[in-house]
């Protein structure tokens, strides 16, 4: 069932914060009326990244894919909302940049496919399992959103 607190897990890889769209990134998913519930700024390990990719382990680009994403930091985030993986996912625009429409981030900001500056988990079981390998419960922040009364229809204050 449709959740106001579904999470999606999304990444600014490492040449989206070398080329400054961290703030643009972020500005587009807290303009929408998605609620940020962790972020962090981290140098992740090829152990951390071959497993997030585990499932593209037998693709050609798999290798270079890893070594890419450990090139520098990345900005690590969660966000909530309603319908947020889906909508992630249209924001993002298609994972080739050629392919993404204009008004989307890989459509307005990005060129090649092996750099296509972000990631958002792409299925509903997805978050689940990169939001537990990106993140400790404890860096989950839990607190009340003073938006969320004008963003959707029938929330009120618990
Ligand atoms: P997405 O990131 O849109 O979920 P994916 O899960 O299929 O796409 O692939 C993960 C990443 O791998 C993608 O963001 C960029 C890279 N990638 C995918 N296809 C590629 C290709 N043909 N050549 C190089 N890199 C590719
Ligand atoms: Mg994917």
Not at 38 to 58: G, P
Request: charged share 25%; glycine share 8%.
């Amino acid at each position: 069932m449709a959740s106001i607190s579904e999470r999606t897990f999304i990444a600014i890889k490492p040449d989206g914060v070398q080329r400054g769209l961290v703030g643009e990134i972020i500005r587009r998913f807290e303009q929408k009326g998605f609620k940020l519930v962790a972020m962090k700024l981290t140098h992740a390990s090829e152990d951390l990244l071959r497993e997030h990719y585990i499932d593209l382990k037998d693709r050609p680009f798999y290798a270079g894919l890893v070594q890419y994403m450990h090139s520098g930091p990345i900005v690590a985030m969660v966000w909530e909302g309603l319908n947020v993986i889906k909508t992630g996912r249209v924001m993002l625009g298609e994972t080739n940049p050629m392919d993404s429409k204009p008004g989307t981030i890989r459509g307005d900001l990005c060129v090649q496919v092996g750099r296509n500056i972000i990631h958002g988990s792409d299925s509903v079981e997805s978050p689940q399992k990169e939001i537990s390998l990106w993140f400790k419960p404890a860096e989950l922040i839990d607190y009340r959103s003073c938006a969320h009364v004008r963003i959707y229809e029938r929330c009120r204050f618990p």
